[in-house]
């Protein structure tokens, strides 16, 4: 990644600069970008993944490191790259927007997943050494035939660094570290949708009523309309 790009990067997002080479060597994103005197003003990025729908395995990308100058926003530039982008890969492009009704209008959404569960008033026996591949296969067999993201260990362990796991035979649940609900939960069969069952309304207080103003917890955006409500994570 060029210096000018990286310097734009830092400057919007504050990540360190041996954060975004280290990304920049892993990922290998395809950059689109408005320059004005030969430097880049305006920049996003975009990395290759994939999902599976109906159990076929597609490729698809995710936008990442979306970002303007201060003073040159308001202007148009970053619409154009966005609109340049989705014109470019009409495989689909995933995100998790930091202002969600800027992709509205360039016609991302969000496939949206139940969220009626409280806090947890109970200690919960989180685990402590997940392991990824069984997460990764429940996962799988709960989400494929609607669709989901393919996540590989680097963006599980990002889901992990940011929620608790309350790992069950044939389910498990991610649990915010901060706000103690449940963002994401999957199982595997009739047996492990009944553990889950068993297990949020063992552990979970139902949400109050004045907390339910939205049914739905928003999460991450696609330009894919094939994905009814699989979780969308923020991945790097």
Not at 185 to 213: D, H, M, T, V, W
């Amino acid at each position: 990644m060029r210096s000018d790009l990286v310097e734009l990067w830092h400057e919007v997002f504050s990540d360190p600069y041996d954060w975004i080479e280290q990304f920049d060597t892993e990922r290998k994103p395809e950059t689109y970008e408005h320059k004005i005197n030969g430097r880049a003003v305006s920049a996003l990025h975009l990395f290759d993944i994939g999902y599976s729908f109906k159990g076929e395995v597609h490729k698809a990308k995710y936008l990442v490191g979306a970002a303007t100058y201060t003073q040159y926003r308001n202007k148009g530039y970053m619409s154009a790259l966005i609109k340049e982008a989705v014109k470019d890969h009409s495989e689909g492009i995933f995100l998790f927007p930091a202002v969600r009704p800027f992709y509205q209008k360039l016609g991302f959404h969000s496939p949206r997943l139940e969220s009626a569960i409280g806090k947890s008033e109970k200690h919960i026996p989180y685990s402590d050494h997940p392991d990824i591949k069984r997460i990764n296969s429940i996962y799988l067999s709960c989400f494929s035939q609607t669709g989901c993201i393919l996540k590989d260990e680097r963006a599980w362990m990002g889901n992990l660094e940011e929620n608790h796991l309350l790992m069950l035979n044939n389910a498990y649940a991610l649990v915010s570290r901060q706000t103690g609900r449940v963002t994401e939960c999957a199982y595997e069969g009739i047996e492990g949708l009944e553990q889950l069952k068993r297990s949020l309304a063992e552990f979970f207080i139902p949400a109050k009523e004045e907390n339910k103003q939205k049914k739905y917890s928003l999460t991450g955006m696609t330009t894919l309309y094939t994905m009814p409500g699989a979780y969308i994570p923020e991945i790097y």
